[in-house]
């Protein structure tokens, strides 16, 4: 046991496990970076996985784990998820961020997986059990305009999906949620302009019986979120996602008062000094933080039971570059929390299911819990690093936006 490895004063009362060792598993079955942290025990065969996910900073956050969060977890009661998240976050003095939080969530998630398969119980039979049979999903439609836009609709809704979001490409610039092309510059104005005509086609040609949303990635300066809430006011989103970046937060409070659009909100808020306030006023009607970037399914369950007191549903944020065992724990909140919203869904491929045996999948438009214990998904390693993390992104991915003159802008 390390000098870092404490008891804490209950220590004495052991339930038999101990953790043994933690360590992480980097691959990228898909071609984006995924993060597990697996923490084993001295009971046999007994381990849990956690989504460490931060693709863009992967080895840092493999470098918190090895380095500062594995020393203080050996020889730990795996049972004690509260104080060692607590003790954990507080460790280091300055806490928070997106590579602390993921680190973090990786050890929460793992804790929960040990807690349930020692329990022989689902992770969403600890937190309550279940409020619904299955969780209704949301996925992504797209096109160079919108005709295309509508027919990706109508094949996701063949599909059996009642909700989806629609994203369109801006000619001559870079869009979020589009195929990119060869433009790396971006105009908010015809962002704007495309935007609205889309959902005035959508919704005249395909009318009520599909609930739309849309997300902004952030990218607007707080005057044209503003305006694209208004216009799109009779278009009547089921939600307007990330109108604006946590740099303009203030600005969600013009929004709300200027315009009945829903807006969900909260994918880039690692800090509860960012999300406090935007539950306790209202600010969204839908909370979609990242889970591992938050610190895990600790954090997460106490923010969704602030955000239920508040009015406010959930929609955690769901892409690719949340590993299936994120997923899973997504889907476990939103199996056992009442104030569930939506889900966002990413389809897996083969390979990432071959990796991830027991990815969840979703059927008719819906998501269905695991009745596993834990968290349902495990981890062929031998798999897995026949998929070896791909180079973080440095300059020329996505993340790297331009506005018309040149100027870096958030992407
Ligand atoms: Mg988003």
């Known amino acids: 046991m390390s000098d870092w490895a404490r008891p804490a004063p209950w220590d004495h009362d052991r339930s038999g496990a101990r953790i043994t060792r933690v360590r992480t598993i980097c691959t ?4 984006q970076t995924l993060v597990i942290v697996k923490v084993e025990t001295s009971e046999d065969g007994l381990y849990g996985l956690g989504c460490a996910t931060f693709t863009q900073r992967a080895s840092a956050v493999a470098a918190v784990v090895h380095d500062h969060l594995a020393p203080q977890l050996a020889g730990r009661d795996p049972a ?43 992770v969403w039979q600890l937190l309550g059990g279940r409020c619904r049979l299955s969780v209704p999903a949301y996925a ?7 005709a295309e836009v509508e027919e990706s609709v109508r094949r996701l809704m063949a599909d059996g999906f009642a909700h989806v979001r629609c994203q369109v490409a801006v000619p001559g610039a870079r869009t979020y949620g589009v195929p990119a092309g060869a433009e790396r510059a971006w105009n908010p104005n015809q962002y704007v302009s495309a935007v609205t005509r889309t959902f005035d ?20 300066p707080p005057m044209h979120a503003v305006r ?15 109108p604006v970046a946590p740099e303009d937060l203030d600005w969600l409070r013009m929004i709300r008062t200027q315009s009945a659009t ?55 944020h769901g892409p690719g570059d949340v590993s299936p065992v994120g997923h899973a724990a997504n889907l476990a909140l939103d199996i056992a929390c009442p104030n569930l919203g939506i889900q966002e869904w990413h389809p897996f491929s083969d390979a990432v299911r ?3 045996p027991g990815t969840p999948v979703a059927v008719g438009g819906q998501l269905w819990p695991s009745d596993a214990p834990g968290l349902g998904v495990d981890l062929d390693e031998r798999l897995a690093a026949r998929y070896p993390a791909v180079a973080p992104l440095a300059g020329s991915g996505w993340t790297d936006l331009r506005l018309p003159d040149g100027t870096a802008t958030r992407p």
């Open 201 to 220: 086609h959508l919704r005249s040609s395909i009318g009520d019986e599909v609930e739309l949303l849309h997300d902004v990635h952030e990218r607007l």
């Open 140 to 146: 992504h439609a797209s096109g160079r305009d919108a």
């Open 354 to 356: 071959e990796v991830f």
């Open 80 to 122: 004690a998820i509260t104080d060692i998240w607590h003790a954990l976050n507080t460790s280091a003095y300055w806490r928070g961020g997106p590579v602390l939080n993921s680190a973090l969530s990786g050890v929460d998630m793992a804790l929960w997986d040990i807690k349930g398969k020692r329990a022989g119980l689902p």
């Open 228 to 242: 694209l809430a208004k216009s799109l006011e009779p278009h009547r989103l089921f939600f307007l996602e990330d």
């Open 262 to 316: 829903p807006i969900a909100y909260g994918e880039l808020l690692t800090n509860p000094a960012e999300y406090r306030p935007v539950v306790h006023e209202r600010l969204c009607d839908f909370l979609r933080c990242h889970l591992s970037t938050i610190g895990g399914i600790t954090p997460a369950w106490r923010l969704a039971a602030a955000a239920e007191l508040a009015g406010i549903r959930t929609a955690w």
């Open 28 to 31: 990228a079955p898909e071609g």
